[in-house]
């Protein structure tokens, strides 16, 4: 009988995590641990009978230490990153999962820091040649001239995450306020933007797995066709895309910022004046709504784990295009007895719900 590869999944019930759990849920040689910052989610729900644990917050600084005590007990052999903050605080314990014989299904340290600074990120896509939004590179906006600025602006924080701290602007007075709250609300120098003119369905992503070592595996691109968000954040609806231009970009950025590993996603805005794709950012994880590219034919969750696990899965990148996946809420019903979990404090404090 084949040994099954044990994968633990963190922010479970995030939508990005659900993807996940419904590509490798039903896979015979996959054995699912779960992980999540609440009792009450989704991936509790839908994968009840497997080993579960609340766990603090990605950015609680004892997130790290506390997975890799779970996954040591499980003998896990592969973990799939969900959400940023997650990412990023694994990233400064690579070794000691390394040490431990567990992989991590991310790419290292450094590679985050440098994707993640979309400042110096605008800088690299400006040497490549790659579209995107004007930046000003400015330390104080006064430094700015209103015959100089474009309005509407962008301001936003240069290493900020989840659509935090975005601010609009219309007039140089308004562009002071927001530079300088989150200037001190961050303790950085925010990004100063021309706002790339688009409504819905401007948005696309650009899907990439990447092996260990950073060829890529599968492609897949998508559009964001309803947000969370009015001014954008997490997709809601999504369709699957034929965009080879926006491909060619994404693949270009990561190259040049890399060496990236894992499953990665480059986002980009169609300018509707100029139809021009202009880069936005590389998120250093699985997107929210991946399930998509599974059913249109990339299964990029199995496919991470069997890249992760030696396996040669060749080139992916053959998919149906046009298809739509609208994220639905389904309530469950289930006895409270069914839903437990583990609630891991710390290395050592365990207590059942």
Partial sequence: MTKKTKVLVTACGASGGMG??????????????????????????????????????????????????????????????????????????????????????????????????????????????????????????????????????????????????????????????AFTRLKKEFGEIPLVQEMIPGGTGSVYMVGLLLDEKSEVKAEFVGRSLQTKFDFGGPATVGESMDAPETIHYAKKIVQATGPWKGVVSVEFKKDEKTGEFKLLEINPRIWGYNFLATQAGIDFPYLAVRTFRGEDVGFQAEYKKGLILVRCIEDRVMESSELKAESVTSAVAQTRF
């Fill in 20 to 177: 996940i759990l419904k590509s490798l849920r039903d896979k015979s040689d996959i054995e699912l641990i779960l992980t999540n910052a609440g009792l009450y989610n989704s991936g509790f729900c839908y994968v009840p009978d497997c080993p579960r644990y609340v766990v603090p917050s990605g950015n609680d600084p004892r997130f790290a230490d506390i997975l890799l005590d779970i996954a040591k007990e499980h003998k896990v052999d592969l973990i799939f990153p969900v959400a940023d903050e997650e990412v990023f605080a694994l990233a400064t314990k690579l070794d000691a999962f390394q040490q431990a014989g567990i992989k991590v299904i991310m790419s290292a340290q450094e590679t985050l820091f440098r994707g993640a600074d979309k400042g110096k990120l605008m800088k690299v896509a400006e040497r490549l040649r790659i579209p995107h939004s004007k930046t000003y590179d400015i330390e104080n906006p006064d430094q700015l001239k209103p015959s100089d600025l474009k309005f509407p602006l962008v301001v936003k924080p240069a290493i900020a995450r989840g659509g935090q701290g975005i601010f609009f602007v219309q007039t140089a007075d308004e562009l002071k306020k």
